[in-house]
């Protein structure tokens, strides 16, 4: 199998992108919170979660964890990040009580959010 020359992604990220992405990433954290307050759950829960979660993926991204060894498949990114967090919505979805919780969702729809 050929090796492809990733040294260009060493490379720093410039401080625009970077502000941008803590911008995207608090905003969806904020927007998710007023679903949740709007739906009845508790938020406090999720603020935990949440801080643990990105404070774990802000760790291993500074240890350099995602860095090593590009080529291996599948890459660390899926493995740590997108398949953990898959595997924890379809269990809450697939739950009882997350098809039992289905209801409260309903009036949390696109037009009602900004009641």
Do not use: K
Not at 13 to 33: D, E, K, M, R
Not at 80 to 101: C, Q
Request: glycine residues 12%; positive net charge.
């Amino acid at each position: 199998m050929p090796t492809a020359n990733l040294q260009y992604l060493h490379a720093p990220a410039p401080l625009w992108l970077s502000a941008l992405f803590i911008i995207c990433t608090a905003a969806t954290a904020v927007l998710l919170v007023r679903v949740l307050h709007r739906a009845g759950l508790p938020t406090g829960r999720y603020w935990l979660l949440m801080g643990g979660w990105l404070a774990l993926q802000g760790g291993l991204a500074l240890a350099g964890f995602y860095q090593q060894n590009l080529e291996i498949l599948p890459p660390r990114l899926v493995v740590a990040g997108i398949l953990p967090t898959v595997l924890v919505l379809a269990a809450v979805l697939l739950s009882g009580a997350g098809r039992r919780d289905g209801g409260r969702w309903r009036g949390c729809r696109w037009p009602n959010w900004r009641n």
